[in-house]
């Protein structure tokens, strides 16, 4: 395939990923106000944002069955249509039970892409850590504009017209990758279901030690990311007293970080191993969150936001870690079903967060989410130290 070709493919699938991920994310800014409409608490708004999470992780192993058996463009056409669909079931949502829905439809929908689009990048490239990088940048970028979009939409024109602003980046996003990825002959049209759902291949996939190992690791660093991703702009604003406003902005800016230095962790990934890359990240997350709980000034949250992006950049080594040990062949299955696995454990981590929240208060509850990742780094050194091998 030409380079031209390929780039295109990266090109619309990290705008596609950036579609998704701003889908989701524009709910996070405006929790408060959420809140207030249906006169729920945290924990309730924790949970409907858990469901969204445990429905994106749901889809991620169907999403790459369906990538085998109908080919990679109609699903990742579907999940981008389908965030703006299920974004317009939300801003119209009449009671919280029908928001609740609305959001776990949306990560139903949203979870469509990021398996299938991955693995067919893994295709077209041979440094798959840089690829990554590159296709895990759109997360972050999304991660930038929608808190501040977003939280200026929600002071002049209320909650729903703020949400509803990802239809507004969906539709021509839709539109490019109808043009950007052509139409691929499904790799496995005829297999039975049957087999592809069955618990023998599954279970051997997933008792395997190294993937148990790098299992691990993915939902604590999963758990993580998807606690910040849904209250740290309510935690600068109710923690430090931060303006809606200002907290979009330094939301933004910690998802800035992570789309710059995304694309740096994967590089550093190939040329020197997965495991020291993690392990800078981790480091990298702790300071950061030891740094905005203790803060006392705009300077030093800044510097916090900057050193939390550097640690959650930690799916561009991650991701390859496990791709790494699957063969070309079991990459749609086996990656979906890694994601699956993993994000299905960790999708609790907004409902945990928002209740420690209510219970003890925003210093403790995103300060337990350093101890996690120090778990990580902890199960890092010891797979080291031991030469395991996992």
Known sequence: MRWQSRDAVLAVCTLALFVTVFGRLAISPVVPEISETFEVSNGRIGLALSGMWLAYALTQFPSGVLADRYGDRPVILLSIGGTAAATLAIVAAPAFGVFLLGTVLLGALAGLHYSVATTLITRLYDDIGTAIGIHNGGAPLAGLVAPVVVAWAVVRYGWRVAVGLTVLVAVPTLLLAIRGIRTREPRTPDRPMRDVFAIGPIRRLLSRPPVLFTGAIAVLTEFTWQSLASFLPTFLVRYHGHSTTLAGTLFGVYFLTQGILQIGVGRLADRFGRDPAIGGCMAAGIAGIALLIAATGLPAIVVGCLLLGLGMSWGAAVFP?????????????????????????????????????????????????????????????????LGSGY
């Open 321 to 385: 870690r496990f791709i790494d040990r699957l063969t070309p062949a079991e990459r749609s299955f086996g990656f979906g079903l890694f994601r699956t696995t993993y994000m299905t454990i960790a999708a609790s981590g907004s409902v945990v967060v928002g209740v420690l929240a209510d219970l003890f208060g925003w210093g403790v509850s995103v300060g337990s989410l350093a101890g996690l990742l120090a778990v990580v780094g902890l199960l890092l050194a010891g797979n080291a130290a």
